[in-house]
């Protein structure tokens, strides 16, 4: 059968309580935190496919609707364009739309104006146009014009508020026509003077930034079939439009339909994937406010369980050390009377010093006297720090208290040619008259015991405390700690004091709802009860 060892009680350290607790709050809110990204990972995941395909399905239905025709019009082309080119740039992905074996329409990269020209019975038509030829597109490939282009996505996200989903998005450059040629027949248009905005400047989103002119021949035959418009005012007062499409290389294209309309005419599309960006890209910054918040909050709220667990481990380890000093001290006290005791004893019973028996006897008694006193202090010491205490209160007279502490002490006071300095005033409080003056008498008891011979125990007394100031017989470096059980000074070494008076009054004094305070200052030691 083993026997167990008892664990020693160590030393708190607040370093090894703080990673301890740094550990367990840093598994939680890592835990916490993983779950959070899950979730928005996932809702970002779930979110962008379900855009993705419900756009997707948007321009399935625009080439349906556009090529589901017994005659497909250049306007129906033209308008098909339009539509391909806002999901490129919302989305990064290419279509090429095919019509009775042709290719009619794709996301290469063009300028399509949006024009709604006034009738006179009010009523008006939204037509789309085509650049008739991308030369044109050179006057808008400068500098001074590019530093425009903008990203301005068109994806619909009227279901809610979502996380949204970054695609690879497109820029796009906003124009108004304000005046070109047009060819209702083919669905084209030839700018002359091409205004450009910023669409990103809120404050000034109809002022255009840059005014592009192209030099048109009107003489050119180019022109055959082409109507001159002008649009009045300024701003954007203009034909609506915008360049956008992809230019380069062609797409690697990994997705198609094909199907037949109504009218036995085939037609189809390939289309790239939609490129939606990884949600760690699209909230790099967040992310990382994310994670950074999350650190400073385990540094953070570590500091509080561990600040629980340190004060705890604290508590104990003062406690057991209280213990061991307590019984260390009692054993220490007791172990030399005790000894003198023996010693005493022995000789009586080997009758050693037959004339000195009297002397063993008187001294025998005298230490059982104070081994006697040394326990009843203890005993006190221990009904001190019961909570449980029953407190009498009445009035007591501070005065009379004192001045029967004063003479129960005469015979130390004569001893030491202490002189004791005390006008008696009448200052009654109501409280347990036993605790009261068992505390004021040690009090008082310790001035008359550690003073310096010849000199002179001053005491005050009011409504509101009670001064008690002696000349101390040795140098006292920490006064506080002469309140702590068994605490002794050198002089109550020479005494054979138990270490406990202040202590007890201390407790007495706290049970009475009063405070002790001890100080050393300039070699006086001065006691304050606040009452």
């Known amino acids: 059968m083993t026997m167990k060892t008892r664990k020693r009680i160590k030393k708190p350290n607040f370093i090894i309580s703080y990673c301890q607790c740094l550990a367990v709050v840093a598994a939680f809110l890592a835990l916490a935190g993983l779950l959070i990204y899950g979730s928005k990972a996932s809702e970002y995941g779930s ?43 919302a989305t990064g992905q290419l279509f090429e739309v095919y019509y009775n074996q042709k290719m009619v329409a794709d996301s290469s990269r063009t300028m399509i104006m949006h024009y709604s020209p006034e009738t006179s019975d009010g009523d008006s038509q939204l037509y789309f146009f085509e650049l008739a030829d991308p030369k044109y597109l050179q006057y808008f490939d400068t500098p001074e014009v590019l530093k425009y282009k903008a990203v301005v996505p068109v994806i619909d996200y009227s279901d809610g508020p979502v996380l949204s989903p970054k695609y690879d998005e497109q820029p796009v450059i906003e124009i108004a026509v304000k005046e070109g040629y047009i060819n209702l027949e083919t669905g084209k248009f030839i700018p002359v003077s091409v205004y450009v905005y910023d669409t990103q400047d809120n404050q000034s989103l109809n002022t255009a930034k840059v005014t592009v002119n192209i030099p048109v021949d009107t003489n050119s035959p180019e022109l055959n079939g082409y109507t001159h418009i002008k649009a009045n005012g300024i701003d954007r007062d203009g034909y609506g439009g915008s360049i956008e499409g992809y230019e380069g290389a062609a797409p690697d294209y990994s997705g198609q339909g094909v199907a037949i309309n109504d009218y036995g005419v085939n037609f189809g599309y390939k289309s790239t994937d939609i490129k939606v960006i990884p949600f760690d890209e699209a909230y790099k910054t967040q992310v ?40 260390d001290a009692m054993a220490h006290d007791l172990k030399t009377p005790m000894a003198a005791i023996l010693t005493y004893a022995e000789n009586l019973e080997n009758h050693t010093g037959g004339d000195q028996q009297e002397y063993y006897v008187s001294k025998i008694s005298e230490k059982v006297w104070q081994m006697n006193k040394m326990v009843n202090s203890m005993l006190d010491f221990s009904r001190g720090e019961n909570a449980d205490v029953k407190v009498s209160r009445s009035p007591v007279d501070i005065g009379a208290v004192i001045s029967d502490a004063v003479a129960e002490n005469e015979h130390e006071i004569s001893k030491r040619n202490l002189k004791v300095n005390f006008a008696k005033s009448e200052v009654t409080v109501n409280t347990d008259k036993a605790l009261f003056a068992q505390a004021i008498g040690n009090l008082i008891n310790n001035a008359a015991l550690y003073s310096k011979e010849d000199s002179a125990i001053d005491i005050t007394c009011d409504k509101s405390s009670i001064v008690i100031t002696n000349v101390s017989a040795e140098t006292i470096e920490n006064a506080d700690d002469l309140k702590k059980p068994f605490a002794k000074g050198s002089e109550s070494r020479k005494n054979m004091g138990t270490g406990l008076g202040l202590a007890i009054a201390e407790n007495n004094l706290v049970l009475l709802g009063y405070k002790l305070d001890v100080k050393s200052e300039g070699g006086n030691f001065v006691v304050t009860v606040t009452l």
């Open 47 to 89: 979110t962008a496919m379900r855009l993705s395909s419900t756009s997707v399905a948007a321009v399935n239905g625009n080439i349906t609707l556009a090529l589901n025709k017994e005659k497909v019009t250049s306007q129906d082309i033209a308008k098909l364009k339009q539509q391909l080119l806002w999901h490129y740039s």
């Open 288 to 327: 990382t406010v994310f994670n950074w918040i999350l650190v400073v909050l385990i540094i953070a709220l570590s500091l509080i369980p561990a600040s629980f667990l340190y004060n705890r481990r604290k508590s104990n380890y003062e406690i057991f050390e209280y213990r061991r000093k307590t019984t």
